[in-house]
């Protein structure tokens, strides 16, 4: 099995910044993509940015332009940097990644969740 562990969310006024940091570790051969989603109360939970194992992004239109996932593969840690933030950004937070674990399955793994909240 691997586990996902989210750190840096918080609470920051309108226009701030943030970084969360998302560490995998436990039975791992290798990770293919590692995504942020983020899940309002009463709203399903969406993509925010996935970065894949060769390093291409793609980013949900709401916050492209200000927020930066990136990557360190050593680490197996995902990045997302978050510029400019706006009250509706205020959400929980979730990391996920596509694991091959050392037993030979590839399975989908999901952080707890941090709390972002941007509100002055």
């Known amino acids: 099995q691997a586990q996902l562990v989210e750190s840096g969310g918080g609470l920051v006024q309108p226009g701030g910044s943030l970084r969360l940091s998302c560490s995998a570790s436990g039975s791992i051969a290798s990770i293919n993509h590692m995504a942020w989603y983020r899940q309002a109360p009463g709203k399903e939970r969406d993509l925010v940015a996935v970065?894949?194992?060769?390093?291409?992004?793609n980013y949900a239109d709401s916050v492209k332009g200000r927020f930066t996932i990136s990557r360190d593969n050593a680490k197996n840690t995902v990045y997302l940097q978050m510029n400019l933030l706006k009250p509706e950004d205020t959400a929980v937070y979730y990391c996920?990644?596509?694991?091959?674990?050392?037993?030979?399955?590839?399975?989908?793994?999901w952080g707890q969740g941090t709390q972002v909240t941007v509100s002055s």
């Open positions: 996920n990644a596509q694991i091959w674990l050392i037993s030979g399955l590839v399975k989908n793994h």
């Open positions: 970065v894949t194992s060769g390093g291409n992004t």
